[in-house]
């Protein structure tokens, strides 16, 4: 297993065990619609994370560096 996701893991029974015992609200939504689409928009971020990783820019050349001048620009 990742290390990154046990140690998340442990964080969240942290933070839910630290709410509840202290008496305080959970930062996340309390019924099963609400975790669900928690989980569902974590899901959606990593797998674009991966899919954008694997694919190169295609308009690299138009974006701006530090400067803001594009290749276009410096030929």
Same mark, same amino acid.
């Given at each position: ?5 046990? #140690? $998340?893991?442990? @964080?969240?029974? !942290?933070?839910?065990? /630290? ?8 930062? +996340?939504? *309390?019924?099963? #619609? $609400?975790?669900? @689409?928690?989980? !569902?928009?974590?899901? /959606? ?8 990783? +694997?694919? *190169? ?19």
């Amino acid at each position: 297993m990742n290390w990154k996701f046990c #140690v $998340g893991l442990l @964080l969240g029974f !942290a933070i839910g065990l /630290g709410c509840r015992w202290l008496g305080i609200p959970v930062p +996340a939504p *309390p019924v099963l #619609v $609400g975790a669900s @689409l928690v989980v !569902a928009m974590t899901s /959606g971020y990593l797998l674009a994370d991966k899919f954008l990783a +694997a694919h *190169p820019a295609r308009h690299r050349q138009n974006c701006g560096g530090p400067s803001g001048d594009t290749q276009e620009k410096l030929t």
